[in-house]
T-cell receptor, first 113, second 109 residues
Framework: DAGVTQSPTHLIKTRGQQVTLRCSPK?????VSWYQQALGQGPQFIFQ???????QRGNFPDRFSGHQFPNYSSELNVNALLLGDSALYLC????????????FGSGTRLTVV | AQRVTQPEKLLSVFKGAPVELKCNYS??????LFWYVQYSRQRLQLLLR??SRESIKGFTADLNKGETSFHLKKPFAQEEDSAMYYC???????????FGPGTRLSVLP
């Protein structure tokens, strides 16, 4: 079992551009959550997807959007990139009926220049 | 508002010494508390959670509701314990985590 896989591992974008990050959950998991981890800080919750809908959202602007597909994989989209969006983006998967069993991916390192 | 604080950014101890990583939280309900660990070049992984009252790799953590704390302890630190440690709480609905800023533990030989 590969666990949670994220792509790409590293990405460099220019300010104002748009980016899409991808996540495949652990086999058997149906819920995907996204976190932003800025340098020197703990992960911050962006949003969570379940049954292809956004179930909960953290304190992030509408520039951050997502999607979940029927196979439970997910995408995180960020529009109009700012320098401050540079961070490690973590995906975590879980099973909705098992409330506390999160598995994290290795993350995508986004650098905005 | 939900919040987790970890007052120490860096904690250095010698091998064999006791270690305590501090964590305090604020939450209006009864949260679930966790400790996550990230070893060098590895992904974030669960170390332990208070609901299972377990000891993992010699670490334990006791939830003190009066002091709203969930400190992580180990009586004898090992060099392989060197890592980044994050305290986190999860809301009553079992959805998102709120993470603290993390403490880097360095165990010196």
């Amino acid at each position: 079992d590969a666990g949670v896989t994220q792509s790409p591992t590293h990405l460099i974008k220019t300010r104002g551009q748009q980016v899409t990050l991808r996540c495949s959950p652990k086999s058997g998991h149906d819920t995907v959550s996204w976190y932003q981890q800025a340098l020197g800080q703990g992960p911050q919750f962006i949003f969570q997807y379940y049954e292809e809908e956004e179930r909960q959202r953290g304190n992030f602007p509408d520039r951050f959007s997502g999607h979940q597909f029927p196979n439970y994989s997910s995408e995180l989209n960020v529009n109009a990139l700012l320098l401050g969006d540079s961070a490690l983006y973590l995906c975590a998967s879980s099973l909705a009926k098992e409330l506390y069993g999160y598995t994290f991916g290795s993350g995508t390192r986004l650098t905005v220049v | 508002a939900q919040r987790v604080t970890q007052p120490e950014k860096l904690l250095s101890v010698f091998k064999g010494a006791p270690v305590e990583l501090k964590c305090n939280y604020s939450y209006s309900g009864s949260p679930e508390l966790f400790w996550y660990v990230q070893y060098s070049r590895q992904r974030l992984q669960l170390l332990l959670r208070h609901i299972s009252r377990e000891s993992i790799k010699g670490f334990t953590a006791d939830l003190n509701k009066g002091e709203t704390s969930f400190h992580l302890k180990k009586p004898f630190a090992q060099e392989e314990d060197s890592a980044m440690y994050y305290c986190a709480l999860q809301d009553n609905y079992g959805q998102n985590f709120v993470f603290g800023p993390g403490t880097r533990l360095s165990v010196l030989p």
